[in-house]
C-alpha cells in the first residue's frame, strides 16, 4: 500500500517568514495529492490539491510543487501570519481507489509574531 | 450546499462498554464515506471505507466496526471499548472516484475510562 511521509514534524517561523512542509510517498500511482490545515481541536480542511499532470499550483501566498519523478511534493507558505499556525497534513491517493487517501503524519507550523 | 454532521462531539466511556458514533452527510449522493481516528499528535489513520450502502472496506484490524445502512449514513460502532479506542474519531466523505477531497466533519473526542 500506499506509504506518505511528512517532514518536519514542527516547524517554527517568525511572522513574515516562509515555511516550507515536505512529504514523499511511495505509489507510483498515486496521482492526487491534497493538503489539509487543521486547527486545534476542529476538523481537517483542504487549502490546496494538486493533480499528477501539473508540476506546480498556487492560490494567493499557497503554493504546491510536485516531483512525479522523485515521489515527493511540497507545500509553501510565503509571508506567514500567525493565524497560518496550525497542523498541515499531506495525503496522496489514486483515482482507482474509491478516493482513499493515506495521511502523513502532520507539521505542526508555530508561526510567531 | 454539501454538509455534514457527526455527533456526539465528545464522549466518555468506560473500558468494556459498547459504542455508536454517527455520521450523516447531506446534499449530495452516492458519497464515499469514511472513518478515520486520529491520536494525539498524530495523522490521521483510516479505519473504515465505504462507496455505497452496506458495503464496507476495514483497513486496519482492530476492535471496531462500521455499518451503512442509508446512503447518507456511516456508523461507527464497538461492542466492548478498550483503553487504546480511546481518540479523536472523524467522519469524512467524497463523491466519485480518486481526485476529489475529503470533506470531515467536527469529530468525535473519545475518552475511554
Known amino acids: 500500500g500506499e506509504n506518505v511521509e511528512q517532514h518536519p514534524s514542527t516547524l517554527s517561523v517568525q511572522e513574515g517568514d516562509s515555511a516550507v512542509i515536505k512529504c514523499t510517498y511511495s505509489?507510483?500511482?498515486?496521482?492526487?495529492f491534497p493538503w489539509y490545515k487543521q486547527e486545534l481541536g476542529k476538523r481537517p480542511q483542504l487549502i490546496i490539491d494538486i493533480r499528477s499532470n501539473v508540476g506546480e499550483k498556487k492560490d494567493q501566498r499557497i503554493a504546491v510543487t510536485l516531483n512525479k519523478t522523485a515521489k515527493h511534493f511540497s507545500l509553501h507558505i510565503t509571508e506567514t501570519q500567525p493565524e497560518d499556525s496550525a497542523v498541515y497534513f499531506c495525503?496522496?491517493?489514486?483515482?482507482?481507489?474509491?478516493?482513499?487517501?493515506?495521511f502523513g503524519d502532520g507539521t505542526t507550523l508555530t508561526v510567531k509574531p | 450546499s454539501q454538509t455534514i454532521h457527526q455527533w456526539p462531539a465528545t464522549l466518555v466511556q468506560p473500558v468494556g462498554s459498547p459504542l455508536s458514533l454517527e455520521c450523516t452527510v447531506e446534499g449530495t449522493s452516492n458519497p464515499n464515506l469514511y472513518w478515520y481516528r486520529q491520536a494525539a499528535g498524530r495523522g490521521l489513520q483510516l479505519l473504515f471505507y465505504?462507496?455505497?450502502?452496506?458495503?464496507i472496506s476495514s483497513e486496519v484490524p482492530q476492535n471496531l466496526s462500521a455499518s451503512r445502512p442509508q446512503d447518507r449514513q456511516f456508523i461507527l460502532s464497538s461492542k466492548k471499548l478498550l483503553l487504546s479506542d480511546s481518540g479523536f474519531y472523524l467522519c469524512?466523505?467524497?463523491?466519485?472516484?480518486?481526485?476529489?477531497?475529503?470533506?470531515f466533519g467536527d469529530g468525535t473526542r473519545l475518552s475511554i475510562l
Open positions: 465505504s462507496v455505497g450502502i452496506g458495503q
Open positions: 495525503a496522496a491517493s489514486r483515482d482507482t481507489n474509491a478516493g482513499k487517501s493515506t
Open positions: 505509489d507510483s500511482a498515486s496521482n492526487y
Open positions: 469524512a466523505w467524497s463523491v466519485g472516484q480518486g481526485h476529489q477531497p475529503q470533506h
